[in-house]
T-cell receptor
Framework: GENVEQHPSTLSVQEGDSAVIKCTYS??????FPWYKQELGKRPQLIID?????GEKKDQRIAVTLNKTAKHFSLHITETQPEDSAVYFC??????????FGKGTKLSVIP | NAGVMQNPRHLVRRRGQEARLRCSPM?????VYWYRQLPEEGLKFMVY????????ESGMPKERFSAEFPKEGPSILRIQQVVRGDSAAYFC?????????????FGQGTRLTVV
């Protein structure tokens, strides 16, 4: 699969504020868009995913939106907490090829 | 379910030695992916294997790197004649279907240091 661009590469927010990370892609085949969280020294873990047949999905303080026409999807974290500090990776995939990851966003939540 | 198991967690090798990294997928998963993560960088796809077959090795360096997933036992990522630039975290992931539209579960990674 082709690349996925992720922005910003670093993000600092005050505790309680919202954080938004955006990813863009260019192919038409991708239909699965997961987000992974990687804490320092640990494995990447899936936190939320969305498929192309929906535009938004929410799980407590985390939400993901997808605009398939514009080919971008975003992760939204509300009421950020210090434990949200980590590196977040977006990814895209389709039945015909494996996941392609963005370069990651290092989120720092300042108490 | 023990999840994806990688060993060793940390591996130190001198330049020119061989490094062998092992990955046992989740129970019931027969699709394994290897990724490399350099410090402060993202996850770079290396190779995708299914039992006894290499499906996609487009991310593997042409020389010194090889991977296998035998019928019995873990998947092995092998790096021959290691160089300093091979120092990185190597993550293995597994999935049930091998399709890019299903969740991949990651192991804890092997941190390779070449001295």
């Amino acid at each position: 699969g082709e690349n996925v661009e992720q922005h910003p590469s670093t993000l600092s927010v005050q505790e309680g504020d919202s954080a938004v990370i955006k990813c863009t892609y260019s192919d038409s085949a991708s239909n699965y868009f997961p987000w992974y969280k990687q804490e320092l020294g640990k494995r990447p873990q899936l936190i939320i995913d969305i498929r192309s047949n929906v535009g938004e999905k929410k799980d407590q303080r985390i939400a993901v939106t997808l605009n398939k026409t514009a080919k971008h999807f975003s992760l939204h974290i509300t009421e950020t907490q210090p434990e949200d500090s980590a590196v977040y990776f977006c990814a895209k995939g389709a039945g015909s090829y494996q996941l392609t990851f963005g370069k990651g966003t290092k989120l720092s939540v300042i108490p | 379910n023990a999840g994806v198991m990688q060993n060793p967690r940390h591996l130190v090798r001198r330049r020119g030695q061989e490094a062998r990294l092992r990955c046992s997928p989740m129970k019931g998963h027969s699709h394994v992916y290897w990724y490399r993560q350099l410090p402060e960088e993202g996850l770079k796809f290396m190779v995708y294997l299914q039992k006894e077959n290499i499906i996609d090795e487009s991310g593997m360096p042409k020389e010194r790197f090889s991977a296998e997933f035998p019928k019995e036992g873990p998947s092995i990522l092998r790096i021959q004649q290691v160089v300093r630039g091979d120092s990185a975290a190597y993550f293995c992931a597994s999935s049930a279907t091998g399709k890019g539209d299903t969740e991949a579960f990651f192991g804890q990674g092997t941190r390779l240091t070449v001295v």
